[in-house]
């Protein structure tokens, strides 16, 4: 894959916008022991905003249990906002209106589990397409299992006599078939070793250029998510503290946050940049029942002030394209991390 995912339309020309989450909410209420105790609940995803246009990747890492997957779970409708709009394809359908209508589809991280193991490739990837005629459909399904790169042997064959990386390309065709303007990938890597992961990713990209289709890419690898992205949106405890272009996601990034968790992935420099210090964070991420007042982030933050622990930051635009949560933006840097540079955000 290439640096420069800088998609190839022209200024002006912008491509549509095919997901737009507008201050997306989404908690679940707790049981109460007795009719007493005061109801309470999770704030997984708590007044997140994205926006995506077609042909582009938007990449969204946080750690364990700040609110990818269920961001992930309202762009595909399979659950509806507390509050605010998630709206997807080039006519901003509500997402769960369009749950099931093939805008946007999912491919997720355990292969075996999303696969009926009754069913034949060529059987699982046409139950995918729905209502079209049977040469239409027959065309279609021998399309995509080629564009995966599986030969049409394959069509004929169980999920359980395919390998990980088989099965995972079954569901990526699943997902391709029905040419979404959406495709959600939780964690859809990650089961699988080095050199597959390299293959599903090229086979991704090759296919976003071939097709248009825009993706959300939620992993817990950053160094994936870098490459596949335009633009990563850091999630903290449900909100996302920075969002910037994956070129910034390198050495400009602005939240001590986001600068911690780059820290983690010092490989990611390997292209001659020196080593980056790891950031250690102190603590657990607070209770996402009870989020911290003022910044979330504050009870961690190796440079809090008291000002953080009162007020909480809005996400501000620091350059065009880069977006920031903090009162300090850019105040924390590691050795080999350089200050925002701030070049040519690319937008998602
Ligand atoms: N159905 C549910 N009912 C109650 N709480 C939930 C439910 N689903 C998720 N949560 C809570 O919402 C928060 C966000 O969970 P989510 O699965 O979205 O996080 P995540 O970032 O995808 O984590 P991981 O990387 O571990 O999958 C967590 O605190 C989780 O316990």
Redesign the pocket.
């Known amino acids: 894959m290439t640096d420069d995912r800088t998609p190839p339309t022209a200024q002006g020309d912008e491509p549509e916008i095919v997901l737009d989450v507008q201050d997306a909410v989404r908690h ?1 209420p707790l049981r109460r022991r007795s009719l007493r105790e005061p109801r309470r609940s ?1 704030h ?1 995803v708590d007044g997140v905003s994205v926006r995506l246009r077609s042909g582009r990747t938007l990449g969204i890492v ?1 750690e ?8 992930g779970r309202l762009i595909t409708g399979l659950e509806t906002p507390t509050s605010g709009a998630v709206r997807v394809g080039a006519n901003g359908t509500p997402a769960a209106a369009a749950s099931g209508r093939g805008t946007v589809q999912a491919v997720f991280q355990d292969p075996a589990s999303a696969l009926d193991p009754r069913m034949m490739v060529r059987q699982s990837v046409a139950e995918a397409l729905g209502g079209v005629g049977r040469d239409e459909r027959d065309r279609r399904v021998d399309e995509a299992i080629a564009a995966v790169g599986l030969t049409p042997d394959f069509g004929s064959r169980y999920p359980h006599e395919l390998s990980g990386g088989q099965q995972q390309r079954v569901c990526i065709a699943r997902a391709i078939v029905g040419e979404p303007d959406l495709i959600l990938l939780d964690e859809a890597v990650s089961s699988l070793d080095a050199s597959l992961q390299a293959q599903i990713l090229d086979l991704l990209e090759r296919l976003q250029r071939d097709t248009g289709t825009a993706y959300v890419f939620i992993s ?1 690898d950053l160094r994936a998510v870098r490459q596949v992205s335009h633009s990563v949106a850091v ?1 903290y405890l ?1 909100q996302v503290v920075e969002q910037a272009p994956a070129e910034a996601f390198d050495r400009g990034l602005l939240h001590p946050y986001a600068v911690a968790l780059r820290s983690t992935e010092p490989r990611i420099l390997d292209d001659g940049v020196e080593p980056v210090e790891r950031v250690v964070l102190r603590g657990e991420p607070p209770s ?1 029942v009870a989020p911290p007042a003022g910044c979330r982030f504050a009870p961690r933050c190796p440079i809090v002030e008291d000002h953080c622990r009162r007020v909480a930051p809005d996400l501000v635009e620091a350059t065009p394209g880069h977006l920031v949560r903090c009162h300090r933006p850019g105040d924390l840097t590691l050795s080999g991390v350089a200050r925002a540079d701030a070049g040519t955000p690319a937008e998602v």
């Open positions: 679940y999770v997984a946080g364990s249990g700040c609110g990818k997957s269920t961001l817990h999630m449900g996402a």
